[in-house]
């Protein structure tokens, strides 16, 4: 709690009070979600049944929680930054244009030198990142520059665990090792939220959102075939493609325009539920 009220001010001194109560209002809605999920499951169909009637062109058709598989190849690109976390909603606008890539932010950067090119942890970007986020009340987790050792060390153990025992969901970890999965949770939002969360653009782009740089960039650097990810946003063009197919009576009968998209990994579940 102290860590949180810290960062709440860190982020109230920099940013203002706009952005804090963003913040405040995404991270309300993944603790709501949360405990529905956790305390009364039988509640969330209807949950989001009810969310999509009453806000029909906000929300998207799919369950916000539902993991999808994608080679992490796709994800060159990310969204912008500032945008409030909200699961499940559809927006319109220029935010999928983007032109920053994931690889170009520091830790990914640092993640590659270290793993590819053998650059000591404190010879990385990582050193610098560790010490801002210190600064600021929470690096990972840590609130002092003198756990930076440790906190490279955790990145060495998911680096060889991920490449000896493979690339695990948030859900089989906590089914695995429900407490040891908890305490190495870093982040603000539930566990089982934990993921590798993007952002799907107008013409079906991947685009890093938030959550899980590490194992995404891990992911890249041992060339593993796919991962899972939570899906965040989509683009209202790209929620247009989700309905055309899902409406559509016979595949075969789809223009090439949509055609081409049934196997997209956002589009796969839609297109087995269509055959007979």
Avoid at 169 to 190: D, F
Avoid at 202 to 227: C, M, P, S, V, Y
């Amino acid at each position: 709690m102290k860590t949180l009220v810290k960062s709440a001010a860190v982020v109230l001194q920099k940013e203002g009070p706009v952005s804090l109560l963003t913040s405040a209002s995404s991270f309300t809605q993944q603790a709501l979600t949360s405990y529905i999920i956790s305390k009364q499951p039988r509640l969330y169909p209807p949950f989001l049944q009810l969310r999509q009637h009453l806000s029909r062109h906000k929300f998207t058709d799919a369950d916000p929680l539902k993991i999808i598989f994608i080679d992490p190849t796709n994800i060159v690109y990310q969204s912008p930054p500032g945008r409030s976390l909200q699961r499940g909603v559809v927006r319109d606008g220029d935010w999928d244009q983007s032109s920053r890539k994931f690889l170009q932010n520091r830790v990914p950067q640092a993640l590659v030198s270290h793993f590819e090119d053998d650059v000591p942890w404190e010879s990385t970007g990582l050193y610098d990142e560790f010490r801002e986020k210190t600064n600021q009340g929470n690096a990972w987790g840590f609130s002092s520059l003198s756990a930076f050792e440790e906190r490279c060390q955790e990145i060495d153990d998911l680096y060889y665990s991920i490449q000896e025992n493979g690339y695990y969901s948030q859900a089989e970890l906590l089914n695995a090792k429900s407490e040891e999965t908890r305490k190495r949770n870093n982040q603000l939002t539930p566990t089982h939220l934990n993921e590798v969360t993007i952002d799907i653009g107008r013409d079906g782009q991947l685009l890093w959102r938030n959550f899980g740089q590490h194992r995404l960039t891990i992911a890249k650097i041992l060339e593993l075939d796919k991962i899972p990810v939570l899906v965040c946003t989509r683009h209202k063009e790209w929620q247009q493609v989700r309905d055309k197919i899902r409406f559509c009576d016979d595949l075969n009968e789809l223009e090439p325009e949509f055609k081409r998209y049934l196997d997209h990994p956002d589009i796969e579940q839609i297109v087995l539920s269509n055959e007979p």
